[in-house]
């Protein structure tokens, strides 16, 4: 097994979560190397349900440990309440978790100015998660961030935020916000340090040395190809970089190292937040899709946009990530549809045009091309052996597969762990 990657082939919510809880019965390590609580990663198991944010959703594999490293922003009060909720259900997190010193911490005032510039922006906003995100990865880049490890020593910490709150407070009081007092923020995160103290610690050289013994690990992405800073529909996207290529910068390994690059991709195609959509329904078929599938942000509960597959989309992803596999998940949401559509390739003025041509505008113009295939009308929930699908449920499957060129490994057909199938 030994390092394999997980990343979101669409925009997000493709159920990485669930693979990871799968996969991550055979791994020692289970790492975060990007985002933060902008994730909401569902787990179903033995334990229950659980939405991770921060937390690697390895955590229920007693002998995994659990790493966020320093690519990851954190929001002390979300891990606080993760840690707890955890240990509430029984699973131990002592010993088994990680935090980077070098992780950026979201601040108070970065929460209030992702409301407040998303506000600002009126009918040109973004649709964030509003945790927060782009604002600490902007401090970040800007050599203006308060890390994990700042917070070790008052001192350090209370002079930087001194200066950082200078800094904010004026920009609060131009946007017409209340200004922020440093007493109350030192207040707050001191007392949610003690918590987390015991799990902050350099975590390279324990992936290091894992690389070395040839551990079984995993790389937990979040968010997905198409919300990536560089690479996604900007602006709408996320302020981090959510391919394969960020876990060198967000946990210290180089994509040499990776054995496994699986892209996790939904059997149709979901999207939180603005920005372009090709394949987006808007009719009584995308409602329909909603309604089986539960689309419902895991992280805000908003209402997810639905529309047919985007092979365009899974081959531009298969092609910047390196995917090795694919594992497609929610096959059972379309059980009762007596037509799939599946988008091939876009056009724009009657011309092929590629989703790399152009930026967010061109995408928002171009016009999907669909192949209709039957649908199998018949529960497949549960099922675990791929000779027991449908007929027409394969013949969707190697279609894909077939168009995009990359084997499905795992086919998701329902939401506990054991709801899956390996080919
Ligand atoms: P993530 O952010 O990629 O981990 O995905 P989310 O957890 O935000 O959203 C995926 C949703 O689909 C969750 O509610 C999962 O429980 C659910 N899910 C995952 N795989 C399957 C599946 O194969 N079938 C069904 N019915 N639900 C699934
Ligand atoms: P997981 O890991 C789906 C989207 C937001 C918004 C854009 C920017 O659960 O797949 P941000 O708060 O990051 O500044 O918001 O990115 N977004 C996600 N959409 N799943 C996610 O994570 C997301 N994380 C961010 O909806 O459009
Ligand atoms: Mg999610």
Redesign the pocket.
């Known amino acids: 097994m030994a390092l394999i990657i997980i990343i ?1 082939a669409q ?4 159920g ?2 669930k693979i990871i809880d799968y996969l991550s019965k055979k791994s020692e390590y289970v790492i975060r190397f990007h ?1 933060g609580n ?4 569902t787990v179903i198991n033995s334990y229950g349900k659980f939405t991770m944010h921060l937390i690697p959703s390895g955590i229920f594999n007693k002998s995994s440990k659990a790493i966020i490293a320093n690519g990851v922003v954190v929001d002390l009060e979300v891990l606080v309440e993760e840690i707890n909720t955890l240990e509430e259900h029984g699973i131990k997190v002592k010993n088994r978790l990680f935090i980077s010193p070098r992780c950026h911490l979201i601040m108070s005032y970065h929460k209030i100015l ?1 409301l407040l510039l998303e506000k600002e922006k009126g009918s040109a906003k ?6 927060g ?2 604002p600490c990865y902007a401090d970040k880049v800007s050599y203006n961030g308060i890390r994990i490890g700042d917070l070790l020593d008052k001192k350090v910490f209370s002079e930087k935020l001194k200066i950082q709150l200078t800094i904010k407070n004026k920009i609060l009081q131009a946007l017409g916000a209340t200004m922020l007092s440093q007493k109350d923020i030192e207040k707050e995160l001191f007392s949610l340090l003690d918590k987390v103290r015991p799990f902050v610690i350099e975590p390279f050289s324990i992936i290091y040395s894992a690389l070395q013994n040839k551990k079984n690990i995993l790389l937990e992405g ?3 190809t198409f ?1 990536d800073n560089d690479w996604g529909t900007y602006p ?4 981090s970089t959510t391919l394969t290529g960020g876990t060198n910068a967000g946990a210290g390994i180089h994509p040499n190292q990776l054995s496994k690059i699986i892209g996790v991709a939904k059997a149709y195609t979901t ?5 372009p959509f090709p394949t987006e329904l808007l009719d009584s078929t995308g409602e329909k899709i909603r309604t089986e599938g539960s689309e419902f ?4 509960g ?1 209402p997810r946009r639905c529309g047919w597959f985007d092979i365009e989309l899974l081959k531009f992803a298969a092609k910047i990530n390196g995917f090795t596999e694919i594992a497609i998940t929610k096959l059972d949401i379309l059980d009762s549809f007596p037509e799939i559509k599946i988008a091939t390739h876009y056009t724009l003025n009657g011309k092929k045009v590629n989703y790399f041509d152009g930026d967010s505008n061109f995408l928002s113009k171009v016009k999907p091309v669909y192949k209709t295939l039957k649908g199998w009308k018949e529960s497949i929930k549960g099922i675990k052996k791929y000779k027991d699908l449908p007929l027409n449920a394969k013949n969707y499957l190697k279609e894909i597969e077939k168009l995009v060129g990359i084997k499905i490994k795992y086919i998701s057909t329902g939401v506990k762990r054991n709801e899956i199938i390996k080919t």
């Open positions: 979101g925009w997000g919510d493709e990485k979560g985002g902008n994730a909401g990663h992702d973004i649709g964030t998660t509003g945790r995100i782009g979040a968010q997905g919300l709408f996207v996320t302020a999207r939180v937040g603005e920005g942000g895991a992280t805000t908003r």
